[in-house]
């Protein structure tokens, strides 16, 4: 087998949202670079994962960087160019296309590649971005304490290629490049003598992981659209974990906050008025009424005829598949064909036994929207991954940094190397372990610069999700606007330390050089310190 040797400045492995903000950020600096990713479309969990945004409420006015705002300006105004909205959804400033509540712009998928795309576009052109799709790093080399080279390998043919970069960026979705190259990593949950965490075990409990879930979009016409029954429908129908409360495949399940029960409603296509959906997290979680929950198209934003049906976003309590992680495991593979199982066997059940308001039972008009997610399966592309492994970094964020119950009035704690901002609550799903939600109230926080430096490692970056947070803080740091940035400062920080020679370690430890890099990051437009505002 023949393998190709390519070069870059700078090597960005994962094309999630985290991979895409790194590539603009260093090709914007001038920097040749290779990104790559293994699913067919950039974007992770935007897209290929299908999860609408899950933002802050205050995200419309500050608490993001230049480019994720232009990410979201660019969605909205795809829609105003190229799709059939009724004049009033048009002028709406804030066009909220799918009208969901669990974010303030909800939308399909499809769009968002089209505007990663068009963001990145100059660059492809140039030459300066080269794109490799789809691939995924197999193997790796390093020399002392550091990364020499990547080997990446198509997804569908045997095709290899040999990448080398004075700099490797791992945004990958679970920290793919750490165990390939040696670098220092923990994975699931750490233990309160660790790390002091209020909410953390006794013992560490390093197989303790969040629930992935494999999401799907839905809509309602007339006619019969049952799908084959799945082969583990019955498990999964009779399926009753130990703290839920209720079968897995029911209405029922536990409120993220209180973990009493919860009786969720369903209702396709209510009539409602999109403009009048006000998605703020501080006042309502969103999820009373799982269709318009994570609807990702409201078909009274556009005009009559245009959509036969909403289009929702399957990405409910229901789908969380906690039967065993997918890292650092033999059986991932087995895992994840399982977690595939349980969302088909949801819309199975949703379209044939799930009870109805007017007391019959099955939506047979159900259908599975696998155009719409870019899987003609039906469902997403990839899974969603909502913890990876995690560099053992030179600063780990701890629950007691953020939480408003520590912290309260304070805020959150200001970092002196702050690089960024974010806010989210402290949000765990159901874990491998048997542990339920974990569901804690944060301050809007920072990020700190150390979080993205390897104890060890000196030209590998993490630009995800396998930032230097433990899996009680990860549950604030995973969501996107946060990725972006921790991305998008991972390719600035590369730059820079290619400009002056420098390693990330001496950016960070030598005041000079880190009041150098704060600048270049201001100046790009990344927010690093939140104004005064409460947390929830």
């Known amino acids: 087998m023949q393998v190709a040797q390519m070069r870059a400045d700078v090597l960005i492995v994962g094309g999630g949202l985290g991979g895409v903000a790194a590539a603009l950020a260093a090709a914007r600096a001038g920097r040749s670079v290779i990104l790559t990713e293994e ?3 950039l974007g992770g969990q935007l897209t290929s994962q299908a999860v609408p945004p899950d933002e802050h409420s205050w995200i419309e006015q500050f608490g993001t960087t230049a480019s994720y705002r232009a990410l979201r300006t660019g969605i909205r105004d795809y829609y105003r160019r ?3 909205l009724t004049e009033r959804s048009r002028s709406w400033t804030d066009l909220n296309p799918g009208a969901g509540w669990v974010s303030r712009l909800c939308h399909e998928p499809r769009v968002a590649v089209a505007v990663l795309e068009q963001m990145l576009a100059p660059y492809r052109g140039s030459g300066r971005l080269t794109v490799l799709q ?5 193997a790796a080399d390093t020399d002392g304490d550091r990364v020499t080279g990547v080997t990446l390998a198509h997804r569908d043919r045997e095709d290899r290629i040999d990448v080398t970069a004075p700099y490797v960026l791992d945004a990958t979705e679970t920290g793919e490049l750490l165990p390939l190259t040696g670098t220092e990593y923990v994975t699931g949950f750490e233990s309160r003598e660790q790390t002091g965490e209020p909410s953390a075990p006794a013992e560490a409990q390093p197989m303790n992981m969040q629930a992935v879930s494999v999401c799907f979009a839905i809509d309602h016409v007339d006619g019969d659209h049952t799908i084959d029954r799945p082969a583990g429908y019955d498990f999964w129908r009779d399926y009753k974990p130990d703290f839920w409360g209720d079968r897995l495949l029911s209405w029922r399940s536990p409120n993220p906050r209180t973990l009493e029960p919860l009786e969720r409603s369903f209702t396709p296509n209510p009539d409602d008025e999109p403009w009048l959906v006000d998605a703020d997290q501080r006042v309502n979680p969103g999820d009373g009424n799982l269709w318009t929950f994570r609807r990702i198209a409201a078909r ?6 245009a959509y036969a049906s909403d289009i929702t976003l399957v990405n409910w309590p229901m789908i969380d598949y906690f039967e065993g992680p997918v890292i650092d495991v033999p059986n991932a593979s087995w ?8 969302s088909y066997s949801l819309f199975y059940w949703m379209q044939t036994e799930a009870p109805r308001p007017d007391g019959g039972t099955g939506f047979p008009g159900l259908r599975l929207r696998g155009d719409v997610t870019g899987n003609p399966a039906g469902l997403a592309q990839a899974p969603y991954i909502r913890e990876s492994r995690r560099i053992r970094a030179e600063y780990t964020v701890v629950e007691q940094d953020l939480s408003l119950a520590v912290r309260g009035e304070h805020g959150a704690v200001r970092y002196p190397d702050s690089i960024g901002v974010g806010m989210y609550r402290i949000d765990l799903h159901p874990s491998t372990g048997g542990d339920n939600y974990i569901d804690v109230g944060s301050c809007p926080f920072e990020i700190p610069l150390g979080a993205l430096i390897p104890q060890r490692m000196e030209n590998l970056l993490p630009a995800g999700k396998n930032i230097g947070t433990t899996h009680i803080t990860n549950g604030s740091y995973r969501l996107h606007p946060v990725e972006w940035n921790v991305g998008e400062v991972a390719g600035l920080l590369a730059d820079f330390c290619l400009a002056r020679g420098e390693s990330p370690r001496a950016v960070r430890g030598t005041p000079r050089l880190l009041a150098e890099f704060t600048d270049r990051v201001t100046a790009a437009g990344v ?3 939140w104004p005064e505002i409460a947390g929830y």
Not at 134 to 138: N, Q, T
Not at 335 to 342: G, Q, S, T, V
């Open 39 to 41: 699913f067919d479309w």
């Open 82 to 84: 190229h799709y059939p």
């Open 134 to 138: 789809p691939y995924r790093p197999v």
């Open 300 to 305: 009274r934003n556009f005009v009559d005829g």
């Open 335 to 342: 895992h994840l064909a399982k977690a595939r199982e349980l």
């Open 527 to 529: 927010e690093r310190r």
